[in-house]
């Protein structure tokens, strides 16, 4: 499986957007960036997800570098619910089944 | 509908009893997933179910064992654990057993304390 690295953790303020980096420099050519992010005392819950564009819904943005090597979850307008750990997966090649959880970001936010 | 739903919550159990998870949903998905996580520390994959087969054993103890006895519902049956298994078990689902451009959702977890 491909690996993601991730910094341990962030720190940001209520209201402000938030850039959680994600470097995946053995990505292959058919992995999905995915992300999930896990609130205290809750499973997982996806976030976003792309191949090479950047993709937008009402959660988040996530913006792919050009030689896919490295992705950025953009949370545009940081909320205190929004303070979680936050997973960047790499979905593995077509008909992979499995989502590796790496260590992922913890994100705390200031109000 | 887009709950996956895990009961019970929390579980205490001695290490010669036998109990079992359980975890239900009714999004059509026909792939569903076991995880454990301990504490402060990222989901492990245990096993899948795709189209209520076994397709994936992470080389998990025996003292576990998964059943899908139809699309909807998982179990997770427990015998003879160790302090050590206690954790958080997690389980989710997808529409397909192919993860890669799709989403699971996963359910809330069962807290499993074995003494």
């Known amino acids: 499986d491909a690996k993601t690295t991730q910094p341990n953790s962030m720190e940001s303020n209520e209201e402000e957007p938030v850039h959680l980096p994600c470097n995946h420099s053995?990505?292959?050519?058919?992995?999905?960036i995915h992300w999930y992010r896990q609130l205290p005392s809750q499973g997982p819950e996806y976030v976003i997800h792309g191949l090479t564009s950047n993709v937008n819904n009402r959660m988040a943005s996530l913006a792919i570098a050009e030689d896919r090597k490295s992705s950025t979850l953009i949370l545009h307008r940081a909320t205190l619910r929004d303070a979680a750990v936050y997973y960047c997966i790499l979905s593995g090649s077509w008909g992979a089944q499995k989502l590796v959880f790496g260590q992922g970001t913890r994100l705390t936010i200031n109000p | 509908d887009t709950e996956v739903t895990q009961t019970p919550k929390h579980l205490v159990m001695g290490m010669t009893n036998k109990k079992s998870l359980k975890c239900e949903q009714h999004?059509?998905?026909?792939?569903m997933y076991w995880y454990k996580q301990k504490a402060k520390k990222p989901p492990e994959l245990m096993f899948v179910?795709?189209?209520?087969?076994?397709?994936i054993n992470e080389s998990v103890p025996s003292r576990f064992s998964p059943e899908c006895p139809n699309s909807s519902l998982l179990n997770l049956h427990l015998h003879a654990l160790q302090p050590e298994d206690s954790a958080l078990y997690l389980c989710?689902?997808?529409?397909?057993?192919?993860?890669?451009?799709?989403?699971?959702?996963f359910g809330q977890g069962t807290r499993l304390t074995v003494v």
């Open positions: 179910y795709s189209y209520e087969k076994l397709s």
């Open positions: 989710a689902s997808s529409q397909e057993g192919r993860l890669t451009n799709t989403e699971a959702f």
């Open positions: 999004m059509g998905h026909r792939a």
């Open positions: 053995t990505i292959s050519g058919t992995d999905y």
